[in-house]
């Protein structure tokens, strides 16, 4: 997945869609190319982002990163809740979304997952304390955009903005900041960026800043959970690569090395020995 750091005035959301959600979720995982968010302002729910489980009722804000895999199971069928699906800044509109894609085939459309540049990153789920201003809001940016009005996509975005500052304003308010992300959160963000850049040269410290945390924090939490340093799982999910190639192709070390992150064939040697017992070579003939 993609990230950006942005400064908060850079926020320029653009709304693309805004709906009200039907009685049933969806229990099955799903992906989106863009930003949802959902606002529950009557009802009872439940959903899984990533490997993050919340329990939800009035007042809850959900807000699903581009790419992430999330399930919604709806415990109430008189729930009222509205959605919003938002870039957080202007992308232009060449090639429509399809919303019906759950394989995200145009990978060139999944949105980059936001931080700010203090290292905030939006919480999945938040439950708003001001429920009442925030149900105004939300109902508001919906009769905006189904009316259609003139100058409507500008109404909506001053909303949104609103919305964002409360939810940036509550977390800042309540609780120092890397407590409002899980430890699983932190560990399936690491994974995630270590599954999808190992073939290059990746650092601890640009890993936890994709996490919004500092190095330190980083690791720590990572071993706790995993048991390993996120480097040694960096290597060790680069060596179960490598080993993978060495099994089914005729490809040279050197060249397999260097297609799963290695800029030295000395060191892969070495570890992939530490890794299998036997050197690259060795484990070709096996």
Known sequence: MRKINIDSNEINPFIRRAGLQG???WPYTRKLYDYEMLYFIKGKGKIEIASEKSMLSSGSVLLIPPNTPSKLFIMDKNSYIIWVHFDFFYVSEEEEIDYYDMYLKQQHLIRPKVFLNNGFTFPY????????????????????????????????????????????NQVYTEESY??????????????????????????????ANYAGISNNYANRIFKEMTG???????????????????????????????????????????????????????????
Request: glycine share 2%.
């Open 125 to 168: 789920h938040i439950v708003i304390n001001d429920s009442e201003k925030m149900s105004s809001n939300f109902q508001e940016l919906l009769s905006c955009y189904q009316q259609h009005s003139l100058f409507w996509q500008l109404r909506c975005k001053s909303i949104l903005l609103e919305i964002i500052y409360s939810i940036i």
């Open 228 to 286: 390993e340093t996120i480097i040694q799982h960096l290597n060790n999910y680069r060596l179960k690569k490598a080993a993978r190639i060495i099994e089914n192709s005729n490809l040279t070390i050197e060249h397999i090395a260097e297609s799963v992150g290695f800029t030295n064939t000395y060191y892969f040697s070495r570890m992939m020995k530490k890794y299998t017992g036997k050197s690259p070579r060795q484990y070709r003939t096996k």
């Open 23 to 25: 009685s049933t979720g």
């Open 178 to 207: 890397p407590n409002v992300l899980s430890k699983e959160r932190i560990v399936y963000d690491i994974r995630q960026y270590i599954y999808q850049y190992y073939q290059h040269k990746l650092t601890l410290g640009e890993i």
